[in-house]
């Protein structure tokens, strides 16, 4: 299209794959803890049990169109699923924009950048799933969490190879080492405040932020304390939970991740300014 910049192009393509992605992301997020296959059987409404039609399965539009409710028995959908559809598209569009801003970085070598590209779309479908069913049951599934070890460690890998960049991959296994072995302390010393889901996906988080920078590391691993602490505090203050309330901390380590994702290198930048060091 003429006149239209290409971020704009790829942050539309990339926003739409996403409202896709979030899509299957609503099967997984109902389907992955209460142990069933993702895959099969296909989609249905709960109520009347009618197979949804590709039509009616039109990421956001559908939902739209048939007015929250289901084509046959009219039961009330949840306005949930679209809105994790739509959250995932934009979120899909602002990785791509933040990875094209960051091109010229020393994680983001031409050549590397489309499988860095890849871990952080895949990192953040992750980050989408994990969060919702967190919120939902107070776990971190290994059928979610396990698989991105393997799936981050070869993209980042190959992102290396093609950059000539080793260092930023052994800091990232650095990272994911420190990272899980903080949480497990924690979970250790601090009986029921940390989970064992948690210590799981630290390794993971530690993993993608170290291989960005230790800034990243240091700001994304502050961050989810610091927003899942003034969190609880203000619940308690409110007297919406009690001091010893289950409060998932899960999803503020998402937060926190992204944080130092996106902007951990410039605060941390900051950070040493302000210290005299930078």
Not at 55 to 82: E, F, K, M, Q
Not at 204 to 230: E, I, K, N
């Amino acid at each position: 299209m003429i006149g239209v910049p290409p971020v704009v192009l790829l942050a539309v393509l990339s926003g739409g794959v996403g409202l896709l992605i979030g899509s299957f992301l609503n099967v997984v997020i109902h389907r992955v803890p209460a142990g069933l296959s993702v895959v099969r059987p296909a989609s249905a409404c709960p109520t009347c049990h009618t197979a949804i039609r590709p039509r009616d399965n039109v990421p956001v539009l559908s939902w739209v169109v048939l007015r929250g409710r289901c084509r046959h028995c009219r039961t009330a959908i949840s306005a949930r699923y679209p809105v994790v559809e739509l959250a995932t598209g934009v979120l899909f569009a602002v990785v791509v924009v933040w990875a094209v801003a960051s091109a010229s970085s020393a994680s983001f070598a031409t050549a590397a950048t489309l499988p860095v590209v890849l871990a952080f779309l895949y990192l953040m479908a992750i980050s989408v799933a994990l969060t919702m069913i967190d919120l939902d049951v107070h776990r971190l599934p290994d059928r979610i969490v396990l698989p991105a070890y393997p799936v981050l460690l070869v993209l980042f890998a190959i992102a290396s190879a093609l950059s000539g960049d080793w260092g930023a991959l052994l800091r990232g296994l650095v990272g994911m080492g420190a990272l899980a072995a903080g949480y497990l302390l924690l979970a250790v010393l601090v009986p029921g405040g940390m989970g064992f889901g948690d210590v799981k996906l630290a390794g993971v988080l530690g993993l993608a932020l170290a291989y960005l920078g230790w800034g990243p590391l240091a700001v994304g691993s502050f961050a989810a304390f610091l927003l899942g602490g003034t969190f609880a505090l203000v619940l308690v203050a409110t007297r919406r939970v009690g001091r010893r309330g289950g409060i998932p901390f899960g999803p503020w380590m998402v937060c926190g991740a992204w944080v130092g994702v996106f902007s951990g290198a410039d605060f941390w930048n900051a950070y040493l300014a302000l210290l005299g060091i930078g």
